[in-house]
């Protein structure tokens, strides 16, 4: 190879490293500049995080109040929530970024199926930390809290019928939650359920590349059952109802991703009839399992 030719590969390869330090710079000062506004306003998302919680605790009585047990504990908590919350609000940005620089190299129908993608994922993800911001949180919290009234009820039931006084020698407990904890917990779920809504995303971008296929998702539904309920059993507290909701919830987004995984074929084979690149075969394999209800 003579010195020109290197020196002609080597300038698309510069020229596309230059373009990802501008896309890159142009991404972090978004994220810097959203992450500075939002710690203004990082008390308020606080409250609104955590308001699951202070509902519970005006439904017991209590306070509505958490404490902090570090001097630096509230700052970082709250620098934490201008990250997050920056992020979140850089995000677009970041995306079109992200987009600009990899557009170009792709086709017109490529860049047709990408994009609605780079904009349903946020949307939901969206819908997954709504979810498990009113729906499972506040059931969650309300069972770790409550869980504190069990054994002194028990311990009284005791009391009360066996005639021994135990009750003015046990310790009593009350919640006084942690800001740092307590918000660690709400994040947790908000996250697990933003990344479960993803499913129907990652399937249907894995049915485009051919990784899977609708009659494949439909023959592991059985194992996909179980290995939702291992999920809904880890990610929520043991709560029958919550599990239930978060089971029904995910299933409901397979079956989503099943339909829109067979979308997609449906328009592979007509671009492919199109193109007179289409085997009967395919066909005829499908012939011999019909679809199931």
Known sequence: MSSNEIEDSSAPLIEH?????????????AFVVAM????VFAEPILDFLVEPIAEILRSR????????TAPQEKFFVLFQISMLAGLALSFPIIGFQLWRFVAPGLYKNEQGAFLPFMIASPVLFLMGASFAHFVVTPLAMNFFIGFGDIIPSITQLLSNDGGVDIADKEIKTIFLGSVKESLSITLKFIF????????????????????VSARGL??????????ILVLAALVTPPDVITQMILFTVVYALYEVSILLVKIVEKKRDARLKAEGAYFED????????????
């Open 282 to 293: 395919d066909e005829e394999d499908d012939s011999k399992h019909p679809d199931e209800a």
């Open 192 to 211: 697990a359920f933003g990344l479960c809504f993803q499913l129907p995303v990652l399937l249907t971008l894995m049915g485009m590349a051919g990784l």
């Open 218 to 227: 439909k023959d592991v539904r059985k194992y996909a059952v179980v290995g």
């Open 17 to 29: 490293l230059a373009e990802l330090r501008t896309r890159l710079i142009r991404a972090v000062m």
């Open 61 to 68: 009585g209590q306070d509505p109040q958490l404490i902090f």
């Open 36 to 39: 500075l506004a939002c710690f």
